[in-house]
T-cell receptor
Framework: SQKIEQNSEALNIQEGKTATLTCNYTNYSPAYLQWYRQDPGRGPVFLLLIRENEKEKRKERLKVTFDTTLKQSLFHITASQPADSATYLCALGGGDSSYKLIFGSGTRLLVRP | EPEVTQTPSHQVTQMGQEVILRCVPISNHLYFYWYRQILGQKVEFLVSFYNNEISEKSEIFDDQFSVERPDGSNFTLKIRSTKLEDSAMYFC??????????FGPGTRLLVL
């Protein structure tokens, strides 16, 4: 069955540094990959989508890369701020003509002032 | 900016009771979904709905679950006879096409 792995340990960084989060997957060929932010007790908030034929996407301080050979996506937040502290979820979709999103367990990011 | 809304925000029920969770998707969206997240676990897909019918469902979505779009704006999830293990956060999502899904704030369901 499909498996998605995100850093299980929390990522603790200093304000102003770049945070890099990893999403690895197996047994699946997604048509696209999405990153969401989730705060405690809240719903996932969409951040970025990258398709299988795209290598990199940027939006303001966010950058996503997608390597379908390595089956990996990297999510970067540059010039991180304490307000970026949250759990970041990787979600795969579009494989096997399916509409559903398959989520990773998320990586908790803590940005220290 | 348009948002998905869900009611109620919290629901406490007794085991065996029926619950209905309500969602108002974003108005021009065509695809609707329910997901759930048990405390401390991953977000899990339950069901997708398009053109007034279920397009896909997971193994979790058994005969105790049903979905309905009773009018042009609401999308509901019904659990006929709740179990303790149904306690979770339930998220509704909607999308224009099949890609980017926008999630609501969730309903926290507690089954006692």
């Amino acid at each position: 069955s499909q498996k998605i792995e995100q850093n299980s340990e929390a990522l603790n960084i200093q304000e102003g540094k770049t945070a890099t989060l990893t999403c690895n997957y197996t047994n699946y060929s997604p048509a696209y990959l999405q990153w969401y932010r989730q705060d405690p007790g809240r719903g996932p908030v969409f951040l970025l989508l990258i398709r299988e034929n795209e290598k990199e996407k940027r939006k303001e301080r966010l950058k996503v890369t997608f390597d379908t050979t390595l089956k990996q996506s990297l999510f970067h937040i540059t010039a991180s701020q304490p307000a970026d502290s949250a759990t970041y979820l990787c979600a795969l979709g579009g494989g096997d003509s399916s509409y559903k999103l398959i989520f990773g367990s998320g990586t908790r990011l803590l940005v220290r002032p | 900016e348009p948002e998905v809304t869900q009611t109620p925000s919290h629901q406490v029920t007794q085991m065996g009771q029926e619950v209905i969770l309500r969602c108002v998707p974003i108005s021009n969206h065509l695809y609707f979904y329910w997901y759930r997240q048990i405390l401390g676990q991953k977000v899990e897909f339950l069901v997708s709905f398009y053109n007034n019918e279920i397009s896909e469902k997971s193994e979790i979505f058994d005969d105790q679950f049903s979905v309905e779009r009773p009018d042009g704006s609401n999308f509901t999830l019904k659990i006929r006879s709740t179990k303790l293990e149904d306690s979770a956060m339930y998220f509704c999502a909607s999308s224009v096409g099949v890609e980017t899904q926008y999630f609501g704030p969730g309903t926290r369901l507690l089954v006692l």
